[in-house]
């Protein structure tokens, strides 16, 4: 599958491990997005239900 998306400026949350992240964070960087990554745990879907994992909201996109 193929998608474009203009991410410039816009906020996206990876999930997953450092080294396993790796690539994924260096695409969307490269696109222009501001990236966070954060491990997954037991309490990462209740926070993110909720939208207190970010101070200003839910990203644009969420990588898993």
Known sequence: ???SLDLTGRRVLVV???SGTR???ARYRAAGAVVE???ADDAL???LASA???A???PALLVW
């Open 1 to 3: 599958m193929q998608l």
């Open 16 to 18: 997953g491990t450092a």
């Open 23 to 25: 690539r994924v964070l």
């Open 37 to 39: 990554r954060r491990e």
């Open 45 to 47: 879907p209740v926070r």
């Open 52 to 54: 207190s994992l970010l």
């Open 56 to 58: 200003s909201g839910c």
